[in-house]
């Protein structure tokens, strides 16, 4: 197929590019750069199936030729990213996602929204299933990123109920994995990289919040079985094996060898106090569920980021 990924030089953008190219797959990378990071591409560039173009999906969508399907991976994901581009994330939940459906409209392609487990906010449900509603502030300071997803996640459903696009909405969980900014204020590579440096280890509110973390190649995977299928969604990817704050900070600092301490500090407005997925569906629809545990994983992380300057420099 030829497929477009919107976000594609972003951290899960540029996986899913490896992973179509080593199918056979022809490639169309769009990124405003953003966040996303030529680093993450180069080893593409010159690859005769692979397409990079520079550009803003916000303002617009153009790719020559056909296009088989479009993954629209683009937006900010971090706190720190789309806290700094409010309006950014906004728009590119919104307009973005628009120009994205149109795009596979245009060409009749099979279109997939990368939501996020955001959507059920600050849950009162748990573990979280996919006909949970959520539990949003609107006016929040989250707000500009949940709510860009749950906008982006109606437009997708009216676009496949009254223009015949086939739609796929996946609701992904944390996800961890090589090609995460050391900087992007997300939880492992922030216990890691401070873990490493032997810098104290920030933890928001007392560590008794939960998080589920899914290593980037099973999170991959996912993705493309929900392009290959007619599943409209949503569908929850992520890991089911749920970790409290304080014990992944315990699980870092014995895989680092750090004697770090631990900083904590207070917890932000609305950042959720668990999350957890239901993966029923994606068992029973793609026959997907993560395989790497998380020792794996964060271990393979902790090898990749002993390998990036950054781990040595970032404060």
């Known amino acids: 197929m030829r497929i477009t990924v919107t976000g594609g030089a972003g951290f899960l953008g540029s996986h899913l590019c490896d992973a179509l190219i080593a199918r056979g797959d022809e490639v169309v990378c769009l990124d405003n750069l953003s966040t996303g990071r030529l680093a993450n591409i180069d080893h593409l560039i010159d690859h005769p199936r692979f397409l990079f173009a520079q550009c803003d999906v916000s303002e617009g969508v153009s790719v020559d030729g056909k296009v088989d399907a479009v993954a629209h991976l683009a937006s900010p994901a971090s706190p720190p990213d789309y806290l700094r581009m409010p309006l950014e994330t906004l728009a590119v939940g919104s307009k973005g996602t628009e120009h994205a459906l149109r795009l596979a409209e245009r060409n009749g392609a099979r279109f997939l929204l990368a939501s996020t487990s955001e959507i059920y ?28 997803k749950r906008f982006a996640e109606a437009l997708t459903t009216a676009y496949g109920k009254t223009r015949g696009v086939r739609v796929g909405i996946i609701r992904i969980f944390n996800t961890y994995g090589p090609r995460m900014s050391p900087t992007d204020g997300r939880v492992v590579t922030n216990f890691i990289t401070q873990a490493l440096n032997g810098e104290p280890i920030t933890i928001y509110g007392n560590g008794e919040q939960t998080r589920s973390f899914c290593y980037v190649d099973d999170l991959i995977r996912g993705i493309v079985a929900m392009l290959d299928s007619d599943e409209p969604g949503p569908v929850n990817l992520g890991n089911p094996e749920e970790f409290t704050i304080g014990d992944f900070a315990e699980l870092v600092m014995k895989i680092t060898g750090s004697a770090s301490s631990i900083d904590y500090r207070p917890l932000p407005q609305d950042d959720p ?20 545990p998380v020792v794996e994983g964060v271990t393979r992380v902790v090898e990749w980021l002993r390998t990036q300057e950054v781990s040595t420099q970032a404060g």
């Open 273 to 292: 106090t668990r999350r957890r997925p239901v993966i029923t569906r994606a068992k029973e629809r793609l026959g997907w569920q993560p395989e790497v």
């Open 121 to 148: 906010g600050d849950p009162t449900v748990h573990p979280q299933p996919e006909d949970y509603w959520g539990n949003v502030s609107s006016i929040g300071p989250r707000s500009v990123y949940d709510e860009a």
